[in-house]
T-cell receptor, first 111, second 111 residues
Framework: EAAVTQSPRSKVAVTGGKVTLSCHQT?????MYWYRQDTGHGLRLIHY???????EKGDIPDGYKASRPSQENFSLILELASLSQTAVYFC??????????FGSGTRLTVL | GDQVEQSPSALSLHEGTSSALRCNFT?????VQWFRQNSRGSLINLFY???GTKENGRLKSAFDSKELYSTLHIRDAQLEDSGTYFC?????????????FGTGTLLSVKP
C-alpha cells in the first residue's frame, strides 16, 4: 500500500511566524505535490516537484516556498504566515499525472 | 485559468438508488482521476482513466477526452458512499504532470 506521511497533523501559528510542513513518501514516486483545501472547496496546487533538489510553482505559489531535499521528502515553507493561509494542506505523491496518493492532511490555523 | 467543473455540487440519495456525477473540462486533458474525501478528510483514489471506462464494484467511471467530460456512476448507493467526490484532470491544457481539481460533489446517502 502506498504511503504518504505528513507532519504535523495540525498546527497553530502566529501571524508573521515561520511554518514548515513536512511530507515523506515511501512509494518511490518521482512526483510530489502540495495542495491546499479551504473549507467547502476543492484542492489547489501550490508547488510540486519531479526530482530531488528541484521544485516547480503550481497555481497559487505566492507566500509559499517548497523544498525537495530527497526523493522521499518534500516540505512546504511559509516564511511569514498570514491569516489567509489558514487551510488544510495535503501532500501527495505519484508518477507523473497518474494515480495520486495523498497524505492525511495538515490543518493549519494562523492566528 | 481553465476550470474543471463538477455537477451537481450536492446530491442526496436514498440507500439502494443510483446516480451519476459529472466532470466537464474546458480544455484538453490527458487523464482524469476520481477521489472520495471522507468525513475525516482523507482523500481516497477511486479511479484513474486515460480513456474508456473502468468499473470497481458499485462504481463505474467513464472518460471521453474528445467530448471533454468524465462521469462517475454510483449504483445501489450505501451509507458509506457518503462524502465529497472530486475529479482531477491530468496534463490539463498541456500543463504537464500536475492535477487540476474540480470543485467537488457532496454526496449524502440516507437510509
Amino acid at each position: 500500500e502506498a504511503a504518504v506521511t505528513q507532519s504535523p497533523r495540525s498546527k497553530v501559528a502566529v501571524t508573521g511566524g515561520k511554518v514548515t510542513l513536512s511530507c515523506h513518501q515511501t512509494n518511490n514516486h518521482d512526483y510530489m505535490y502540495w495542495y491546499r483545501q479551504d473549507t467547502g472547496h476543492g484542492l489547489r496546487l501550490i508547488h510540486y516537484s519531479y526530482v530531488a533538489d528541484s521544485t516547480e510553482k503550481g497555481d497559487i505559489p505566492d507566500g509559499y516556498k517548497a523544498s525537495r531535499p530527497s526523493q522521499e521528502n518534500f516540505s512546504l515553507i511559509l516564511e511569514l504566515a498570514s491569516l489567509s493561509q489558514t487551510a488544510v494542506y495535503f501532500c501527495a505523491s505519484g508518477q507523473g499525472a497518474e494515480t495520486l496518493y495523498f497524505g492525511s492532511g495538515t490543518r493549519l490555523t494562523v492566528l | 485559468g481553465d476550470q474543471v467543473e463538477q455537477s451537481p455540487s450536492a446530491l442526496s440519495l436514498h440507500e439502494g438508488t443510483s446516480s451519476a456525477l459529472r466532470c466537464n473540462f474546458t480544455t484538453t486533458t490527458r487523464s482524469v482521476q476520481w477521489f472520495r474525501q471522507n468525513s475525516r478528510g482523507s482523500l481516497i483514489n477511486l479511479f484513474y482513466l486515460a480513456s474508456g471506462t473502468k468499473e470497481n464494484g458499485r462504481l463505474k467511471s467513464a472518460f471521453d477526452s474528445k467530448e471533454l467530460y468524465s462521469t462517475l456512476h454510483i449504483r445501489d448507493a450505501q451509507l458509506e458512499d457518503s462524502g465529497t467526490y472530486f475529479c482531477a484532470a491530468g496534463d490539463y491544457g498541456g500543463s504537464g504532470n500536475k492535477l487540476i481539481f474540480g470543485t467537488g460533489t457532496l454526496l449524502s446517502v440516507k437510509p
